[in-house]
């Protein structure tokens, strides 16, 4: 007879764990108790406080922009994710990871090289505050791969160019653009922003000092103010501008 047949159930699966019986004195420290330290806490909670309040502190904008350089640090994780199908934690902050992160900026992005910088930047400082830790050799190992790519002057302008034209057809939609306006999609600042009479002034005066080709003259009004331009025997155009009352 066995012993599921005698006592109805199996025998379970145990798992084994070799050890050994040592000593107390072996072992140091052995049956200390821990004692708390009034000074330590103190000084915790002095760090603890110091971290927030200089985070509070610091501009909106460079806050926005530290949190936009730790989404595309997450993207980098996802795009070397894809190459070596291993997810890397965010907070494994190495020479090998950060180094990587400026390749990945200069080649797949192409940003320019101040940009990387920013980035390494805002990478090292959202890090810590995540409470992660950044080795010192990390940036320095940053920073060195960096110094190269900044005496390239093709990848300095990298994001600059010769700016478009403006044509008196785009300052005539200036000039009657309504006074609040809509923040485009993908702005930074997504409230309405109300643009002031002087502005809009400064819009008709640009639009008047352009050669009118076809009408000697010609009349540009909008919501607060209006513009006349007259071209007188001498070729150039003359902008008379007023602001209606109460504006």
């Given at each position: 007879?066995?012993?599921?047949?005698?006592?109805?159930?199996?025998?379970?699966?145990?798992?084994?764990?070799?050890?050994?019986?040592?000593?107390?004195?072996?072992?140091?420290?052995?049956?200390?108790?821990?004692?708390?330290?009034?000074?330590?806490?103190?000084?915790?909670?002095?760090?603890?406080?110091?971290?927030?309040?200089?985070?509070?502190?610091?501009?909106?904008?460079?806050?926005?922009?530290?949190?936009?350089?730790?989404?595309?640090?997450?993207?980098?994780?996802?795009?070397?994710?894809?190459?070596?199908?291993?997810?890397?934690?965010?907070?494994?902050?190495?020479?090998?990871?950060?180094?990587?992160?400026?390749?990945?900026?200069?080649?797949?992005?192409?940003?320019?090289?101040?940009?990387?910088?920013?980035?390494?930047?805002?990478?090292?400082?959202?890090?810590?505050?995540?409470?992660?830790?950044?080795?010192?050799?990390?940036?320095?190992?940053?920073?060195?791969?960096?110094?190269?790519?900044?005496?390239?002057?093709?990848?300095?302008?990298?994001?600059?160019?010769?700016?478009?034209?403006?044509?008196?057809?785009?300052?005539?939609?200036?000039?009657?653009?309504?006074?609040?306006?809509?923040?485009?999609?993908?702005?930074?600042?997504?409230?309405?922003?109300?643009?002031?009479?002087?502005?809009?002034?400064?819009?008709?005066?640009?639009?008047?000092?352009?050669?009118?080709?076809?009408?000697?003259?010609?009349?540009?009004?909008?919501p607060a103010f209006s513009c006349s331009m007259r071209k007188p025997q001498t070729g150039l155009?003359?902008?008379?501008?007023?602001?209606?009352?109460?504006?």
């Amino acid at each position: 007879m066995t012993t599921t047949q005698e006592y109805g159930t199996a025998l379970e699966p145990v798992e084994v764990v070799d050890a050994e019986l040592v000593d107390d004195d072996v072992v140091p420290g052995a049956g200390e108790v821990a004692v708390h330290d009034p000074v330590d806490a103190v000084l915790a909670a002095l760090d603890t406080d110091a971290k927030e309040h200089l985070n509070d502190i610091r501009p909106k904008k460079t806050k926005d922009g530290y949190t936009r350089d730790w989404e595309i640090w997450g993207e980098f994780h996802d795009w070397l994710a894809e190459r070596t199908g291993t997810r890397l934690p965010l907070g494994k902050v190495t020479v090998g990871t950060f180094v990587s992160f400026v390749t990945y900026l200069d080649q797949v992005v192409e940003a320019p090289p101040n940009t990387i910088e920013r980035r390494i930047t805002g990478v090292t400082s959202e890090a810590r505050r995540h409470g992660y830790t950044v080795p010192k050799e990390a940036t320095e190992a940053a920073r060195r791969a960096l110094k190269p790519l900044r005496l390239d002057k093709r990848r300095q302008q990298r994001g600059r160019g010769k700016a478009t034209a403006i044509t008196p057809n785009d300052l005539r939609k200036m000039a009657n653009a309504p006074r609040e306006r809509a923040s485009q999609p993908g702005a930074r600042r997504r409230h309405t922003i109300v643009v002031s009479d002087l502005t809009r002034l400064r819009e008709c005066l640009l639009l008047g000092a352009l050669p009118l080709a076809a009408a000697t003259r010609r009349t540009v009004s909008g919501p607060a103010f209006s513009c006349s331009m007259r071209k007188p025997q001498t070729g150039l155009t003359s902008p008379t501008c007023r602001t209606p009352p109460g504006q």
